[in-house]
């Protein structure tokens, strides 16, 4: 559509450093386009140009109307890639632009919106990773607590360190789940935030009157910090998707095409927070031991270096504490208006039930995935120093086991970048992503666990490095990345902090499952254990997770309103689009009331009915009724949209003390088009509202 007849809304000046998981945090153009009139059409041409371009995006939509995953193979895969091309030519134009005028205002722009966003994952990859970074240190200087030989310290207890943690964070992902969906967002976010500084000041200080008094304490403030670790996967995740980009009734083209990069761009920060850990300790190390990383190394030094390395973070952690007190006040906004349409004040337990009625499927799928690479993830992380001592073999320095480690999770983000920048492509997208992340990730140990004399020799040891950081390449470039953003886009607002933290305590399950196992078994049967889990996080994906690669989430919500009010069957829009759905709702049937035509004629019936309730309102607030309620919602139609429903709709459904449940549908004269009906116009101050 040519620029001439597009309304472009003013440029807000938007929120800094909002979580976007998977909205993205606001640009300041978070509003639809309208075409403005035409003298060359006629009114019929120009309503209906006005509801094509709202019903039918051009990224989603060919010019004649057709679905995206509605078309032939040839025909889709030339109108994804068209679209795909014209948005990252305008993008690479934009940066072009943008260091043109400011040559260091890209990497401005990406703090804004990656860095900002994701620091509170960055303090949580930072801490949560150091236990196993440190290990080995704490091993070399207390071999009688942390080596093999254990007479001042009790194994269970060493053992503890692990299990507490990530006991730690599934008490957390439940319970504070629970409370973003009861409470509120907002008040989830302070909370993780203070329960993770105190945590931090906690492991800075714990001490006891010998080395297993100091390992009890410091087990527990893991328990401590971990609960608020695993508050933050679901209330980051549902708080950052309700943002103002995502809490109008219509998206933008921005959310559509990069809502999982943008994603994955703050989530990637869990790997930069493990990457400056492993620096830091390194830097510590070396200035704290005389400028060498080699034993024997000192109490009082790895104290020091320990302590530092917790007491750092807290600094930021009591910064992201502030930002959320005093940044984040409409943080509960979407989930308040959710509950408020459903008439609930509480925790919403109807649509809990309704969520496993309706989505038992999707939330096997996001927990049971979530399992399988968390064996795989925090399996290696915990004990990646056991793995990396196989692969250089011969060194006994804590060094040299740090400086593979920095090359592992050097790799690890490259497989991060790359998961952000084709986890939107319509032709690969999420669950392809996922099942090819799984498939790798079996492959690369179930090779070496059947030759692992061979590949640990001196002549097998290159292709071994080699399997061993292609694992953790697709880990990140599959299951890891995709897991935290579909637990969060397929469940509805009232019950998906619920779900998101559910099926992440699931997933914790399988790093305590590895953390128990890996304590008593050898390296070569970790090899033989973990592949398993790969093979069958892919058939999970492959049979129960829905691809929402490429669907408005704005439908999905509609989809949901219709469930949530008992008429789940008269809904037939995109969100059940076969592409969109997983195979095994498929077989189940839900896809066959897909029916594009009979959808676009509810869209514009479900417009009518928002736009005429916010008439009612505005009504109730001139005559005085009581318990009205300001409309703080920004308007999503321009003036040409309010003249045609104010023109079509019958004027009972406008009125005051009218139950709007009560009234029928608008009659269709066969055209697409309402009858004209004659309603009281609105004030020239109303307009444009």
Same mark, same amino acid.
């Given at each position: 559509?040519?620029?001439?007849? %597009? ?9 800094? &450093? ?44 060919? =010019? *004649?109307?057709?679905?995206?995953? *509605? ?30 005028? *400011? ?39 207390? =071999? ?11 194994? !269970? ?10 006991? &730690?964070?599934?008490?957390?992902? %439940?319970?504070?789940? %629970? ?19 105190? &945590? ?6 714990? $001490? ?63 790997? $930069? ?55 984040? =006040? ?39 995935? $979530?399992?399988? !690479? ?18 250089? @073999? ?30 939107? !492509? ?54 890891? @990345? ?36 890996? !304590? ?45 009010? &008992?008429? +789940? ?41 928002? $736009? ?52 029928? +549908? ?24």
């Amino acid at each position: 559509m040519a620029d001439d007849i %597009i309304r472009h809304h003013p440029h807000h000046r938007p929120s800094v &450093g909002l979580i976007p998981v998977p909205h993205g945090p606001e640009t300041g153009d978070e509003h639809g386009h309208y075409p403005l009139p035409d003298e060359r059409r006629t009114s019929a041409e120009h309503q209906r140009a006005i509801f094509s371009y709202l019903t039918h995006p051009d990224d989603c939509y060919t =010019p *004649d109307g057709v679905y995206w995953a *509605d078309l032939p193979l040839r025909q889709r895969l030339a109108f994804v890639s068209k679209s795909q091309h014209e948005e990252a030519m305008k993008e690479l134009k934009e940066i072009g632009a943008m260091a043109k005028k *400011d040559p260091l205002s890209p990497l401005t722009w990406y703090f804004r919106n990656a860095v900002l966003p994701g620091a509170g994952l960055g303090l949580e990859g930072y801490v949560l990773f150091s236990i196993g970074n440190i290990e080995p240190l704490f091993a070399a200087t207390w =071999p009688t607590c942390w080596g093999k030989d254990r007479t001042e310290c009790s194994s !269970n207890w060493i053992a503890a360190v692990t299990y507490l943690e990530v006991i &730690g964070i599934m008490v957390g992902q %439940i319970a504070v789940g %629970i409370i973003g969906d009861w409470i509120g967002r907002r008040w989830g976010l302070i909370q993780d935030a203070a329960i993770m500084f105190v &945590g931090l000041l906690m492991l800075t200080a714990c $001490w006891g009157l010998n080395l297993e008094g100091w390992v009890i304490c410091y087990a527990f403030s893991l328990f401590f910090y971990g609960f608020g670790v695993g508050g933050e996967y679901p209330i980051t995740a549902t708080s950052s998707m309700e943002n103002a980009v995502g809490a109008g009734k219509l998206s933008t083209k921005e959310d559509r095409l990069h809502r999982g990069r943008k994603v994955t761009m703050a989530f990637l920060m869990q790997g $930069w927070g493990q990457f400056v850990n492993q620096v830091l300790l390194i830097l510590l190390l070396l200035i704290l031991h005389h400028g060498s990383g080699d034993p024997p190394y000192s109490a009082t030094t790895v104290q020091w270096v320990f302590r530092l390395s917790f007491a750092i973070p807290a600094v930021g952690t009591l910064w992201l504490m502030y930002y959320r007190i005093y940044k984040m =006040p409409h943080a509960s906004r979407q989930l308040t208006a959710a509950k408020k349409k459903a008439n609930v004040t509480g925790y919403d337990m109807e649509s809990l039930k309704m969520t496993c009625t309706f989505f038992g499927g999707r939330l096997l799928a996001t927990s049971g995935t $979530w399992f399988c !690479n968390d064996v795989f993830f925090y399996g290696n992380k915990l004990f990646q120093a056991q793995f990396i001592k196989v692969i250089s @073999s011969g060194h006994n320095s804590v060094m040299t086991t740090w400086l593979w480690n920095l090359v592992n999770v050097g790799v690890s983000l490259a497989g991060y970048y790359a998961a952000s920048l084709l986890i939107d !492509n319509k032709l690969y997208g999420r669950k392809m992503m996922q099942q090819v992340g799984f498939l790798m990730c079996f492959i690369m140990f179930v090779v070496p666990a059947f030759k692992f004399d061979y590949y640990t020799s001196p002549g097998g040891i290159h292709a071994f490095q080699a399997m061993y950081f292609l694992s953790s390449f697709f880990n990140q470039f599959g299951p890891n @990345s995709v897991t935290f953003l579909v637990a969060g886009e397929v469940f509805p607002t009232p019950i998906r902090a619920s779900a998101h933290g559910f099926s992440a305590c699931i997933g914790k399950a399988g790093a305590l499952l590895a953390s128990v196992l890996y !304590n008593y078994i050898d390296t070569q049967t970790k090899f033989y254990v973990v592949p398993w889990f790969g093979l069958a996080g892919m058939l999970l994906t492959w049979l129960f997770l829905p691809d929402t690669t490429g669907l408005d989430l704005k439908e999905q919500e509609r989809r949901w309103t219709y469930i949530r009010s &008992g008429r +789940a069957e008269d809904y037939h829009g995109i969100a059940i689009h076969p592409a969109h759905l997983s195979l095994w709702e498929r077989l189940m049937g839900v896809g066959k009331g897909y029916d594009p035509e009979l959808d676009t004629k509810q869209k514009i019936e479900d417009m009518r009915s928002e $736009w005429a309730g916010k008439q009612r309102m505005r009504r109730n607030q001139e005559v005085g009724a009581e318990g009205a309620e300001a409309d703080a919602e920004e308007d999503d139609f321009n003036d040409e949209v309010h003249d045609y429903f104010r023109q079509t709709t019958d004027s009972g459904l406008l009125m005051p003390q009218t139950d709007a449940r009560s009234v029928t +549908a608008t009659s269709d004269n066969g055209q697409g088009m309402s009858e004209k009906r004659t309603t009281p116009n609105r004030s020239s101050s109303e307009k444009g509202q």
